[in-house]
């Protein structure tokens, strides 16, 4: 997913039951590319529940996104 699009990874949560949630961050164009190439390997392994792009985010949605280093 990271591979295919110049994008950043800001965060991957494990909510359980084999549900996984990851975020990314770029231009919505590289973004679109990622969440397509992650969603093609995840649908090799198993079954793909939904896939979401926010365009344009509120500013504050900035802080509740986790952050990884």
């Known amino acids: 997913m990271v591979?295919?699009?110049n994008v950043?990874?800001?965060g991957i949560e494990k909510i359980g039951?084999?549900?996984?949630s990851v975020m990314v961050r770029g231009d919505v164009g590289a973004v679109k590319?990622?969440?397509?190439?992650g969603s093609a390997a995840?649908?090799?392994l198993g079954e793909?529940?939904?896939?979401?792009?926010?365009p344009r985010?509120?500013?504050d949605v900035e802080?509740?996104?986790p952050v990884l280093k």
Not at 17 to 20: K, P, Q
Not at 33 to 37: G, N, P
């Open 3 to 5: 591979k295919a699009a």
């Open 8 to 10: 950043q990874l800001i």
């Open 17 to 20: 039951s084999g549900l996984v």
């Open 33 to 37: 590319a990622a969440t397509e190439a």
């Open 42 to 44: 995840a649908s090799r």
């Open 48 to 54: 793909v529940i939904a896939t979401h792009v926010i």
């Open 57 to 59: 985010p509120h500013g």
């Open 63 to 65: 802080k509740i996104l």
